[in-house]
């Protein structure tokens, strides 16, 4: 990696962290919050490609650890990140359809391209998530936090996790994608999703 893009890779850690304290609590679903340090985390995904994006969300992971420790943060912590992976793949299937054969007739639809990023990140996540809490709640978080969850306990959680899972990406995906936009006009880059922008 060059300087520039460890460096793109510092800032982009950097304002997740900053974002990590802000909170607004889900009533659905105890304990858990709708938070904003995803977006930086998205906006490298979309300028930079996987490499950069995944990169630093990895990074972020280890600082939240550090810096915001918490009784389950060890497992927390890459928990959250695994949620942002699966929404990184749905951006990446939505990249390659938009630069796939059948971009033309995408493109030249009134449908914007921000639009089918979304789509695909709230349908990867979405489905991919309530079996990757499931299996935290049933087998990881007992370990971390000492005691039990009940199946019905577990199972009565999933339409809330379901619900989170898809609020995330419909605030996060289009909020990265008016700064990526901005950023990639204002400093004049390709980005990632370059033609889709």
Known sequence: MDSKKITLII?????SI?????RIPTIYWPGFFYRLWEIPLVVAFMLFGPKIGITTGVLNVLAQIVIFPIPAGILAYP???VATLSMFLGLYIAQRLLKSNLSKTI??????????????GII???????FVDYAVYNSLLPI???????EAYILGLIPGIIIFNIIVPLYTIPVAYVITKKISESLKLGGYLNHDL
């Open 11 to 15: 800032v982009f850690t950097a304002l």
């Open 144 to 150: 971390a936090l000492g005691h039990t969850f009940s």
């Open 18 to 22: 900053a974002l990590n304290p802000i």
């Open 124 to 130: 990867i996540r979405a489905v991919i998530m309530p």
């Open 79 to 81: 928990w959250g990140l």
């Open 107 to 120: 493109l030249s639809s009134k449908i914007k391209p921000v639009f089918y990023l979304t789509f695909f």
